[in-house]
């Protein structure tokens, strides 16, 4: 059984970063993964691992831009929907890959989260090929800092959910970032610096946006013009109804936390099901959860 695990996520939210981490891990753990960058505008160098397949050796951004005079965002549709055409050429290459994790290193347009085919049709391929497709998506800690993009952010993770159609964990990535925030109880910023503050994030509270909350501006009743009242209101509606977005965090400076992600990865597709199904690991007690 081959196995994909797709690392998506707005540009900078850490998928390379997180991509790196998962290899070193896996490698460390005596398993057999592999790297695949489907970023046309990766930097050669952003890579701790050389990736055995590379959407840049089919079609290179700067060809792209160079010969067809196209922008950097025109030219990385361009690649992707090339790629699509050549859905044989990834076959082929990852024809030689059995019993293997493949970590996907995605592009980070936001385009391909919301419409664009690209992803649906990549899935539907690896799928259609026999492996078994999962999905995490990553949003960075600070999005945490301002409510409004936190939600924004929550919404754009669930419409890609939506949209794939696989095994989907969503990750708070840079958790190292709002930890060391809380620990000195002065620097903690808009209200988030209390576990149990976090926890409301991570496990989305849509009365965050409906009520005033921790040290932020007022609520959307006086931060907002009356006409978005409906619109704002329809969205904690959403949120309530279809609770079906929450997020892991992940702390890279912490093995465990890694270890803990990467249980959830493995559960979600079963990975190796001759063994014992296992449960994916309980975040500690440290981890963010609401202990109240
Ligand atoms: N503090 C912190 N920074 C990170 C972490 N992961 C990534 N970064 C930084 O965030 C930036 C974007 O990371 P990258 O992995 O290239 O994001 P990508 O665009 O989603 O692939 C880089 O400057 C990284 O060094 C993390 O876990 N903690
Ligand atoms: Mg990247």
Known sequence: MRYAVLVCGPAGAGKSTFCGALMNHLVASKRTAHLVNLDPAANPESHEYEPVID???????????GELEYGPNGGLVY???????NMDWLEEELGEYENDYLIFDCPGQIELYT????????VRDLQRTGMRVCSTYLLESQFMEDKYKF???????????????VPWINIMSKMDLVTSNSEDP?????????????????DPDPL????PFGESSGDLATS??????????????????????????????????????????????QYG???EPKEPHDLDEGDFVDME
């Open 273 to 275: 099901e001759d063994e």
């Open 186 to 202: 002065a620097s903690g910023r808009n209200g988030i610096r209390k576990r149990k503050d976090i926890a409301r994030y991570l």
């Open 55 to 65: 959407i840049r050796d089919l079609i290179s951004l700067e060809d792209v831009m």
């Open 224 to 269: 907002t013009n009356p006409r978005f009242h409906a619109l704002n209101q329809a969205i904690v509606q959403l949120i309530e109804d279809h609770p079906l977005v929450s997020f892991l965090p992940l702390d890279l400076s912490s093995p465990d936390s890694l270890e803990t992600v990467l249980s959830h990865i493995d559960y979600t597709m």
């Open 151 to 165: 939600f924004s952010g929550v919404l754009s993770a669930m419409s890609a959910m939506v949209n794939l159609e």
């Open 79 to 85: 690649c992707f929907e090339y790629l699509l055409e």
């Open 208 to 211: 965050l946006i409906a009520a």
């Open 115 to 122: 419409h664009h085919p690209f992803l649906p049709t990549l």
